[in-house]
């Protein structure tokens, strides 16, 4: 069974660090997502790619976060300086085409300190 | 824009109790409706969809119908098992484009033995 793979599975660092959180998309879709969910604002969309192109980080506070496809087999999210603020479970997702499901990863619980 | 409201929880209910979740959205086209469950340290999973006003998404004894009239996508089950507690999300993609989608904020589900 195809899946999603996340690592780190958990984070504890520092304020001021730089967190680094990986996606392995599954073979063939061409769309990945970065979402981001706290118990206070759910689950929120940070940033999406399709065909390895960025196609929307409105969600992404654009100071401290990045995200970037370097290839079809890898996503990154980086978060520099980190702050305490940015402690929550980021998920990746892929999507094989428009309209079908999404695929999640197991998430990255991140808790910064 | 796009918004999904589902009614809070958590929503607690014994073994082989009736369960509806109910969900309204505000789209302004004509969108996909998904329920996805997050299972406790996991990432989110499609439970059904349905893709067009009057359809019937199925699936595990859940299921939800998609109406346009009330702009609702409750979810149901006859009769719940303690392996059903979880975290249920009800979410739209407006389609079109593969703008992700737009999740509510969650219903955690408990269901005592």
């Known amino acids: 069974d195809a899946r999603v793979t996340q690592t780190p599975r958990h984070k504890v660092t520092e304020m001021g660090q730089e967190v680094t959180m990986r996606c392995q998309p599954i073979l063939g879709h061409n769309t990945v997502f970065w979402y981001r969910q706290t118990m206070m604002q759910g689950l929120e969309l940070l940033a999406y790619f399709r065909n390895r192109a960025p196609l929307d980080d409105s969600g992404m506070p654009k100071d401290r976060f990045s995200a970037e496809m370097p290839d079809a087999t890898l996503a990154t999210l980086k978060i520099q300086p980190s702050e305490p603020r940015d402690s929550a479970v980021y998920f990746c997702?892929?999507?094989?085409?428009?309209?079908?499901?999404?695929?999640f990863g197991n998430g990255t619980r991140l808790t910064v300190t | 824009g796009n918004s999904v409201t589902q009614m809070e929880g958590p929503v607690t209910l014994s073994e082989e109790a009736f369960l509806t979740i109910n969900c309204t959205y505000t789209?302004?086209?004509?969108?996909?409706l998904f329920w996805y469950v997050q299972y406790p340290g996991e990432g989110l999973q499609l439970l059904l969809k349905a893709t067009k006003a009057d359809d019937k998404g199925s699936n595990k004894g859940f299921e939800a119908t998609y109406r346009k009239e009330t702009t609702s996508f409750h979810l149901e089950k006859g009769s719940v098992q303690v392996s059903d507690s979880a975290v249920y999300f009800c979410?739209?993609?407006?389609?079109?484009?593969?703008?992700?989608?737009?999740f509510g904020k969650g219903t955690h589900l408990i269901i005592q033995p």
């Open positions: 789209a302004t086209g004509y969108p996909s």
């Open positions: 979410a739209l993609n407006e389609g079109g484009g593969a703008d992700g989608l737009t």
């Open positions: 997702a892929t999507q094989a085409k428009n309209n079908s499901p999404l695929h």
